[in-house]
């Protein structure tokens, strides 16, 4: 038996089955009507919503009517749903990417710059800009070539196209090439970010930058001028210019600062001289050569050398005689020790022993810092040895010294106390002995006291023994000196001498004054 249902209850069932039906159909053509296709792509990779939150998934297909079916990452088919555009986005990281792709593509089109393109190039580690070939030319790769050799750059880097027209010099051009002098060149074409050209004395055939070219100008003639210079022997043009531009922290001397050396070294400052008057006279006006700033023989930094030899000269030479004074001081100041023991001659007992002895003394001190003297008048700069302020001092030195004198020379004294006696005979020895003086102190006057008697004294020791020696004594006076000085000449007899005396250039002498 069929149970039908209650009239009330069927109309009810009725009614929610048609709702449901409208309902189904007004969700369908809502998704018709908010879906576009165009939106996301099939397989793209997306976000889309899933209990209300944002999972990664991946689009299916995409109905107009139903909207996008999508599979969620880490879920089984089934669970696949149809979403309105709204429920999927594409992933923030890839949307960022793709802004970025857009703007780099924008970018490259704004540049206008292609594959093959003459441009600037200065990146943050380049001093200056240069010209090169662009190999690739964007939007994800921009990059030059030189040498054949590819170098990555980015887009910022290239600072505008080359523009040939805007090269300093033209084809036809006379100019010079500078390359270890001023050679003349013809340029004879503007290409690749340089030039081409024609040079007397060298080929290069590939494209020359312009840095390399200055302005044509009477480069012979400026050479014939500071060629002397070049020349000189010491002091030169090149080591001059390593000072001058700081290559060079010190410099040796223009020769070695002694006394005999000043003329030549007035000669050296002549040369200079002549050159700047010359340079004064022929060339008033000097290339700029902007292009070329550590060109250190270009023209116009030579003559700024010479214009200011004087000043270069003076932080060379050495001029200051501090050091050599304190010395002189210090040997000529006499002690009691030093009078009793130090019987090698000195300036000190030179200077002490004279009959001027403050006037010789300054005269000593001169001659010891001539070279300082000398130099400093040849640059016409002061050098203040200070000699004048230091007379007081050597007079207490004179006084000091003839209160430490004794009636006997503390030569002699000395050999005494060693058991030396003169006398030693030895006829040949004593001529030796007067041959050296006689060549040595023409002026001296002296009286033989004898020769030692006493053993050899042996010259040297061990691999060193040279020979053996014995001492002729002499009692002098000399019109330079005011105190007399016993005088010890040394007579050698070396090996294998088969018994004769060494020259006299072989012997050596001591001394000491003493006051009668």
Not at 125 to 131: G, I
Not at 194 to 218: Q, S
Not at 257 to 270: D, G, I, Q, R, S
Not at 406 to 426: C, H, I, S, V, W
């Amino acid at each position: 038996m069929i149970v039908m249902p209650h009239r009330r209850f069927l109309g009810t069932l009725i009614a929610s089955a048609s709702a449901v039906a409208c309902l189904s159909l007004a969700l369908i053509n809502s998704a018709s009507a908010a879906t576009n296709c165009a939106l996301f792509r099939r397989e793209q990779r997306i976000q889309a919503k899933k209990d209300a939150e944002w999972a990664k998934a991946t689009v299916v297909r995409c109905d107009a009517k139903k909207g996008y079916l999508v599979h969620y990452d880490g879920w089984a088919a089934p669970y696949d749903a149809w979403l309105v555009e709204t429920d999927l986005r594409v992933p923030p990281e890839q949307e960022a990417a793709e802004k970025k792709d857009q703007e780099m593509k924008a970018a490259a089109a704004q540049a206008g710059y292609k594959s093959g393109d003459w441009v600037y190039v200065q990146r943050a580690s380049d001093p200056e800009r240069f010209v090169a070939k662009l190999w690739s030319a964007g939007p994800y790769s921009w990059s030059y070539t030189s040498g054949g050799v590819e170098s990555r750059i980015a887009l910022g880097d290239i600072k505008g196209t080359w523009d040939p027209s805007q090269m300093k010099y033209k084809a036809g051009a006379k100019v010079r090439y500078v390359s270890n002098g001023f050679l003349p060149a013809t340029i004879t074409s503007v290409e690749g970010g340089g030039y081409k050209a024609t040079i007397t004395g060298y080929t290069d055939l590939n494209v020359i930058n312009e840095k390399h070219f200055v302005d044509d100008w009477t480069y012979e003639a400026f050479e014939e001028v500071v060629k002397p210079l070049r020349e000189l022997k010491a002091m030169n043009l090149q080591f001059t210019l390593a000072f001058a531009l700081g290559d060079s922290t010190s410099l040796p001397p223009p020769h070695e600062t002694e006394p005999e050396a000043v003329p030549e070294f007035e000669k050296v400052l002549a040369a200079w001289a002549k050159a700047d008057a010359a340079l004064k006279a022929k060339f008033p006006e000097l290339p700029p050569l902007e292009r070329t700033p550590k060109c250190a023989y270009c023209p116009r930094t030579i003559a700024d050398v010479v214009s200011r030899h004087k000043e270069l000269f003076a932080r060379t030479v050495p001029l200051d005689p501090k050091k050599h004074v304190e010395e002189f001081m210090r040997l000529l100041k006499p002690t009691e020790d030093g009078y009793n023991n130090d019987y090698r001659p000195d300036d000190g007992t030179d200077v002490l022993a004279a009959k001027d002895a403050p006037e010789y003394a300054k005269k000593k001190l001169q001659a010891r810092i001539g070279r300082f003297l000398a130099y400093g008048k040849a640059l016409n700069l002061p050098v203040n040895a200070d000699v004048p302020a230091l007379g007081k001092e050597i007079e207490e030195y004179v006084a000091t010294f003839a209160k430490l004198l004794k009636k006997k020379a503390p030569l002699l004294t000395r050999f005494a106390k060693e058991g030396t006696t003169l006398g030693g005979k030895d006829p040949a020895l004593a001529s030796v002995a007067k041959a050296y003086i006689a060549g040595s102190w023409p002026k001296t006057k002296c009286k033989p006291l004898g020769v030692e008697k006493h053993e050899w004294r042996t010259d040297g020791t061990g691999e060193n023994h040279v020979g053996r020696y014995k001492y002729v004594m002499y009692d002098c006076t000399d019109p330079a000196f005011r105190y007399p000085f016993a005088l010890g000449i040394a007579v050698e007899e070396r090996h294998l001498g088969l018994g004769r005396y060494g020259p006299p250039e072989g012997a050596w002498f001591i001394y000491s004054y003493y006051k009668k």
